[in-house]
């Protein structure tokens, strides 16, 4: 009889990245998409351009900026399945 042991669990830890400049964009970014125990949810910027910018090309990732209202740093730090931060800005 198999056992709960004998079926990988596949689950990965939700992850916001802080900064939209051109290292996270060519670093931290591809970082995050080619290790499979991460699951990108959520993008801050100081501006919700940058952050448009940033994700252009991402499906399922939440914006968060400093100008606009409901979605701002703190409240993306409130997020129950973001587990880990990536901090990508100087």
Do not use: W
Request: aromatic share 4%; charged share 30%; hydrophobic share 40%.
């Amino acid at each position: 009889m198999p056992s709960i042991h004998d079926t990988p669990i596949k689950m990965s830890i939700g992850i916001a990245l802080i900064g939209s400049g051109i290292f996270a964009k060519e670093e931290h970014l591809p970082a995050i998409q080619n290790t499979p125990s991460l699951s990108l949810k959520a993008v801050y910027s100081r501006s919700l351009k940058s952050a448009k910018t940033l994700s252009e090309k991402l499906s399922d990732v939440d914006l968060y900026s400093d100008d606009q209202d409901g979605k701002k740093f703190e409240d993306l730090l409130k997020r129950d399945d973001i587990k880990g931060v990536v901090i990508a800005c100087v």
